[in-house]
């Protein structure tokens, strides 16, 4: 799964990912933008990420994936 150390981190991600992914959804209403795999990381990486089981990591660790200490690009990322 992703593991961004602290927000900057996180937001240099967004910006060479999700900003440009087609699955970057817009609220028009609430004028904020998000992702559903973005969420599931930000809800559920940290809670699992010392998970004996493995069970809810494998799904998290196939969307993001991690390569010699690198985050790598989302599996559902889609240039727009």
Same mark, same amino acid.
């Given at each position: 799964?992703?593991? +961004? =150390?602290?927000?900057? *981190?996180?937001?240099? #991600?967004? *910006? =060479? #990912? /999700?900003?440009? /992914?087609?699955?970057?959804?817009?609220?028009?209403?609430?004028?904020?933008? +998000?992702?559903?795999?973005?969420?599931?990381?930000?809800? #559920? =990486? #940290? *809670? &699992?990420?010392?998970?004996?089981?493995?069970?809810?990591?494998?799904? &998290?660790? +196939?969307?993001?994936?991690?390569?010699? /200490?690198?985050?790598?690009?989302? !599996?559902? +990322?889609? !240039?727009?």
């Amino acid at each position: 799964m992703g593991y +961004f =150390s602290n927000g900057t *981190e996180g937001i240099g #991600y967004m *910006e =060479s #990912y /999700c900003f440009n /992914c087609i699955n970057w959804q817009i609220d028009k209403k609430l004028k904020i933008g +998000f992702c559903p795999i973005w969420d599931l990381h930000l809800n #559920y =990486s #940290y *809670e &699992l990420c010392n998970k004996k089981d493995n069970e809810g990591k494998k799904m &998290l660790d +196939f969307l993001i994936p991690i390569k010699d /200490c690198q985050n790598q690009k989302c !599996q559902m +990322f889609k !240039q727009i």
